[in-house]
């Protein structure tokens, strides 16, 4: 029998409790040996659930408890996450977590005092929830070598701008809707600021480059500035807007940001809906590959932190993550990176003066606003645009765009 331990009795914790409740059998099973979780670490108490006989108040009751092999770590937040998971891995026991700003600020770190001690650092569900991604990376597209990662990350912003593109919305009403149903915070920030999204990049980044990617060099630009307007002409481009996390590797740059994008309405993300998280990722070899499903939500993320925990147990005294190094890669200046761009300027007739700074540009006209000029740029650099764009001081907004 393996004992194991979980800090933290909140959704994903209560999650990991259920699910083994649930599947114990074909947990085991898949595990080749019995799991059972000993000890379940919370300030409070739960009078009435049976999870109470296992509730602790000290983590050092499991820190020194020999019998405890693998800790999941499901409480999120830096401190005292970090502490409480170096200290266990120092101790020899394997942790499995579901804490993306743990990950993404000392995962480097934690990965190495695991393989020193030859135990396992897990965090399949700190990227995409329930989708398998981080495992893929580290096993299934060794061969390949990954030239470009983007995907939907984020559902609360996913569904906002699901919904404000299909009900014609503006962004303060969907996102009332999307706070009442539970998809976002009471603060929203950490969503529809981009900083999640920025997060889960630079774990993935880290992964597929196999250094460490620190998430404070990535650009990132929230969805707060997209109006109905901005759906509006994207629809009349046949395209749509999504907040993607990407990763592309140029020659020898790699080039690292969280944005809104127009992607063609062809292009694979966009049919990804609602609460859905997608990730597609381009390998040198294998060529496209998405991964898709949902990407939070209590149950979906306790399965990805299960299957860690499987995982673990069936490599006992084995470390099997060793990609990411400690070593840190320097971003390419996202000034350098190419893109159009979709723009907006107050005020209708400025189509002479826009063709006389950008050149070859595609004018885009809808009813509902007669009183703007928008266009769309040929390729070029951030920097060129921001040289170019210096030269009208009626922008209303610019949205980088994957239009051919």
């Not at 603060?187 to 597929?208: H, M, Q, T």
């Not at 490599?315 to 350098?336: F, P, Q, R, V, Y």
């Not at 769309?376 to 009208?392: C, H, N, Q, S, W």
Request: negative net charge; proline residues 3%.
């Amino acid at each position: 029998m393996v004992n194991i331990a979980v800090l933290g009795y909140g959704t994903v914790g209560s999650g990991v409790v259920e699910v083994f409740n649930t599947n114990q059998e074909s947990i085991n099973k898949r595990a080749g040996q019995d799991i059972n979780i000993k000890y379940v670490l919370d300030l409070r108490d739960f009078e009435g659930d049976p999870v109470q006989q296992k509730i602790v108040h000290d983590y050092n009751i499991i820190l020194n408890d020999d019998d405890i092999q693998i800790v999941v770590e499901v409480m999120g937040g830096v401190e005292p996450a970090y502490t409480f998971v170096k200290s266990a891995l120092e101790k020899g026991k394997s942790v499995c977590t579901s804490n993306k700003e743990l990950v993404a600020r000392h995962g480097a770190e934690l990965l190495e005092i695991a393989k020193q001690n030859h135990i396992n650092f897990l965090f399949e569900a700190s990227v995409g929830g329930g989708i398998p991604i981080i495992r893929p990376l580290n096993n299934s597209l060794t061969a390949d070598e990954i030239t470009d990662i983007k995907g939907i990350l984020n559902g609360t912003t996913n569904y906002i701008l699901s919904k404000m593109s299909r009900e014609g919305l503006d962004f303060e009403t969907v996102l009332k809707d999307a706070q009442e149903k539970g998809y976002a915070e009471r603060n929203p920030e950490a969503d529809v600021e981009g900083f999640d999204a920025c997060r889960k990049i630079a774990i993935l980044s880290s992964l597929a480059y196999g250094m460490q990617v620190d998430f404070e060099d990535i650009l990132t630009e929230g969805i707060t500035n997209i109006t109905k307007a901005d759906i509006a002409y994207a629809k009349k481009l046949k395209s749509g807007i999504k907040l993607i996390g990407s990763s592309k590797k140029v020659g020898e740059n790699i080039y690292a940001i969280v944005a809104p994008m127009m992607l063609p309405e062809s292009h694979p993300l966009m049919g990804v809906n609602d609460v859905f998280n997608a990730i597609f990722v381009k390998g040198n070899v294998l060529g496209d590959v998405m991964f898709y499903g949902q990407g939070a939500g209590k149950l979906p993320t306790a399965s990805a932190v299960v299957s860690d925990v499987v995982d673990a147990v069936k490599h006992l005294g084995t470390n099997i993550m060793s990609i990411w190094c400690t070593e840190k890669l320097e971003l390419a200046d996202i000034k350098d990176s190419e893109n159009r761009y979709f723009v907006r300027l107050s005020g209708a007739g400025q189509e002479e003066a826009v063709k006389a700074v950008f050149g070859d540009v595609q004018f885009v006209h809808i009813e509902e606003v007669p009183d703007e000029t928008a266009f769309l740029t040929p390729v070029m650099t951030e920097r060129e645009y921001d040289e170019k764009i210096a030269g009208f001081d009626t922008v209303m907004n610019r949205i980088r765009a994957e239009l051919n």
